[in-house]
């Protein structure tokens, strides 16, 4: 019996040793490459998948105490044509930063999008800038033997493999990068591309928080103009609650910062704070391109979060609507609204 017991514990701290051996490679291999370019920042927990045409194979990394990893890689299937998808029908795979938008299994599917099914949002901001037509651009399995450049301009594929990578694919956060071939940087690079970036968000935030319009506008290329109708209302709600002695405050969180070709997407959520609390405002998209040393956002796209119920409002004003009503219950928030209007009085008189 005694015996049996030593086999055994023997046997666990065998398992458990190849356990850490296997850990500690994946690390160790993963420190010593060099990164992909298009993975500037990646949160922690957050997966991205990079498919490379040139050599017709697909990687899943992820992030872990900031270091970037590749988990898996695999061959798959792109455009039977070469080249950037231009039109409907050209046969071609896009190349871009994209992000998947749904999911489907195998009893929604037909035989031909096998036992997984992923579209992703082609085409995308800049796609549609470029005037790039085309759509129903998916990741899916096969019931086929995988062929490469098979497809009519999605990513392919075999279904045992689409399915291992599947719960490492969060929907409307796990971006899906197509290029042609990767570029790999060193890390120290790519932090030196990361710092840059982060300052240009930290101002382009904080000239909203300060109502700086002209200073936000001075962050966009001279051929973008954004969208500033909700500018007007912000001005009008900070300098009324302003009175009251309190401030809004906006925040990020959960930045990621991926490239492809000469485009930077950050893609981050974005947060409105006021007193103790807040309220998530959506996720945010700007595109921007570096010329000359400096950063100009080509383009910014503001969401609700995943399958969140749409507001014809701004996503900023909507949150900051929300929250004040919520507030409206809030015991601090109450007596400040109290002690405001009563100096307000007492100035009056």
């Known amino acids: 019996m005694k015996n049996i017991i ?3 514990t023997c046997s666990l701290k065998i398992i458990l040793f190849l356990f850490i051996i296997t850990i500690f490679s994946e690390t160790l291999i993963s420190a010593s490459e060099k990164i992909p370019e298009s993975l500037v920042m990646l949160p922690k927990g957050i997966n991205a998948v990079i498919v490379e045409k040139n050599k017709q194979r697909i990687y899943l990394y992820s992030s872990n105490n900031n270091l970037i990893y590749k988990k898996f890689d695999f061959p798959c299937s792109t455009g039977e044509v070469s ?61 086929k033997r995988l062929k490469p450049m098979d497809s009519n301009g999605c990513i392919v594929m075999q279904n045992n493999e689409i399915l291992q990578i599947s719960p490492f694919i969060a929907l409307g956060k796990t971006p899906i990068i197509l290029t042609n071939k990767i570029f790999y940087q ?29 200073d936000y506008i001075q962050f966009y ?51 409105v704070k006021l007193l103790e609390n807040s309220m998530k405002i959506g996720k945010t998209k700007l ?30 004003i909507n949150a900051v609507e929300k929250l004040v009503n919520n507030l409206k219950t809030n015991k601090e928030y109450i007596k400040k609204i109290k002690t405001s209007n ?6 009056q008189n």
Not at 187 to 211: A, G, M
Not at 233 to 248: A, D, N, P, S
Not at 302 to 315: L, P
Not at 342 to 347: G, H, M, Q, R, T
Request: charged share 35%.
């Open 6 to 8: 030593k086999i055994k």
């Open 83 to 143: 080249g950037i998808k231009l039109r409907q029908g050209d046969k071609k795979t896009p190349e871009g930063v994209y992000f998947f938008t749904d999911k489907y299994e195998d009893k929604d599917l037909t035989p031909v999008y096998g036992k997984k099914a992923f579209p992703i949002n082609y085409p995308n901001f800049i796609d549609k800038i470029e005037k790039r037509k085309g759509s129903a651009i998916w990741l899916h399995g096969t019931n």
């Open 221 to 271: 290329d001279s051929n973008y103009l954004p969208e500033t109708k909700w500018w007007t209302t912000w001005q009008k709600i900070k300098k009324k609650f302003k009175k009251q002695g309190l401030k809004f405050l906006i925040l990020t969180d959960n930045i990621g910062i991926y490239k492809e070709n000469h485009i930077f997407v950050l893609f981050f959520d974005m947060n």
């Open 287 to 316: 595109f921007l391109k570096k010329e000359n040393n400096i950063y100009k956002i080509t383009g910014d796209f503001f969401e609700n979060f995943y399958r969140q119920k749409v507001s014809k409002k701004n996503c900023l």
């Open 342 to 347: 009563y100096i307000s009085l007492k100035e």
């Open 186 to 214: 060193k890390k120290e690079n790519l932090n030196k591309q990361k710092y840059e970036i982060l300052k240009i968000l930290i101002k382009w935030i904080k000239t909203i928080n300060e109502e700086s319009y002209d």
